[in-house]
């Protein structure tokens, strides 16, 4: 069993700052890339940044200078620091790893439950 808990969504006014952090749990051998997706409204499920093992990091168009993905290889988490935040980052934020479990031999997708973050004033 694998399990990714997200923590940290909120309601923040247009400009402020929230940190949403995903730790991963369970039956996991290694965890390549982590990201972080998020879903608006009536709208796709979109990356905003992701993260490789080496530390490479990816962010949508929208959201660079603004976010900032880590991670911590130690203890399987990863984090979002985002700033300056507009209402337009309103969406339900979903953390993602691919991983191998222990005694698998494939990768696979896992994801968070999600976690709202709404940026109005």
């Known amino acids: 069993q694998v399990q990714l808990v997200e923590s940290g969504g909120g309601l923040v006014q247009p400009g402020g700052s929230l940190r949403l952090s995903c730790a991963a749990s369970?039956?996991?051998?290694?965890?390549?890339?982590m990201g972080w997706y998020r879903q608006a409204p009536g709208k796709q499920r979109e990356l905003v940044a992701s993260?490789?093992?080496?530390?490479?990091?990816m962010y949508a168009d929208s959201v660079k200078g603004r976010f900032t993905i880590s991670r911590d290889n130690a203890k399987n988490t990863v984090s979002l620091q985002m700033n300056s935040l507009e209402p337009e980052d309103t969406a339900v934020y979903y953390c993602?790893?691919?991983?191998?479990?222990?005694?698998?031999?494939?990768?696979?997708?896992?994801w968070g439950q999600g976690t709202q973050v709404t940026v109005s004033s």
């Open positions: 993260i490789t093992r080496d530390i490479i990091t």
């Open positions: 993602n790893a691919r991983l191998l479990r222990t005694g698998s031999i494939r990768w696979a997708d896992y």
């Open positions: 369970g039956s996991i051998f290694s965890i390549n890339a």
